[in-house]
């Protein structure tokens, strides 16, 4: 069993479309969570961060933490086709034991479609 | 300003030939990092320095040489390459190694030939 699952999708919603993107984890030392968005052949870039279990908004983007059950979630409101694009959770673990190594899920390809 | 820049965006080269890709950051973050990413697949961690010090190499081949001149500069050099090795090559860098994320560059996609 993969430390972090992710479904790979691809996953096809309509403009406007709110749109749900998941990681479940098994190692409970996670404590920070990211979710990266890349664009083909481009670099992740860092869209949310969080350290803690609820939700953290930024802009259309909701990034919601379930500690209890190893479960991270990405909202996407009114989702745009620019949003097309892969999305990678990833997530270490807490002070001197995080050795800078960051454990991505999978990816899931997102496609909004005008 | 959270940019990490990658020369050259493109390279080709030869199983004999000898190159370098470079990384830059002025953010004054002190934990740089080389990442291999094939197509679909996630970025896979290559090697960590944190204070220009080398402190993680996950048992990479020795024809991929990481050095860190300067905090703000990263470089892979690459030596009898296998076409095996073609990849997108990121780099990243952070506060430290701990609990703090990562910024990426935008890569070098590599081909050898």
Known sequence: ?114 | DTEVTQTPKHLVMGMTNKKSLKCEQHMGHRAMYWYKQKAKKPPELMFVYSYEKLSINESVPSRFSPECPNSSLLNLHLHALQPEDSALYLCASSWGTSNYEQYFGPGTRLTVT
């Open chain 1, 1 to 114: 069993q993969k430390e972090v699952e992710q479904d790979p999708g691809p996953l096809s919603v309509p403009e406007g479309a709110i749109v749900s993107l998941n990681c479940t984890y098994s190692n409970s030392a996670f404590q920070y969570f990211m979710w990266y968005r890349q664009y083909s052949r481009k670099g992740p870039e860092l869209l949310m961060y969080t350290y803690s279990s609820g939700n953290k908004e930024d802009g259309r983007f909701t990034a919601q933490v379930d500690k209890s059950s190893k479960y991270i979630s990405l909202f996407i409101r009114d989702s745009q086709p620019s949003d097309s694009a892969t999305y990678l959770c990833a997530m270490s673990v807490r002070g001197s034991s995080n050795t800078g190594k960051l454990i991505f899920g999978q990816g899931t390809t997102l496609q909004v479609k005008p």
